[in-house]
């Protein structure tokens, strides 16, 4: 098992209830194939520059152990999700 790190932005307009669903679904996937060692939300942020239109997105970061194979799964769903702004997965192990 290697350990990953993904930071993911969601739209900051969303409710809070439809925001845990897509964080939870998050997990759930990494959950199937691995281990989810550590959640953070960073909350509403500004962002560096404006995205869609947007200027603000909730931030999520979440350490998580998995196989190889788990990143690309993960990074397909954040592709496919129409909540998800931007994402960032990194093999933690490398060095």
Known sequence: MRKYEAMFILKSNIEEEKRNEVIN????IIAADGEVTNVDEWGNRKLAY?????????????NFNGSADLPKELDRNFRISDDVIRHLIVNLDEK
């Open 50 to 62: 404006e995205i869609n239109k947007m200027n603000e997105g909730y931030y999520v970061l979440i």
């Open 25 to 28: 679904k998050f997990k759930s």
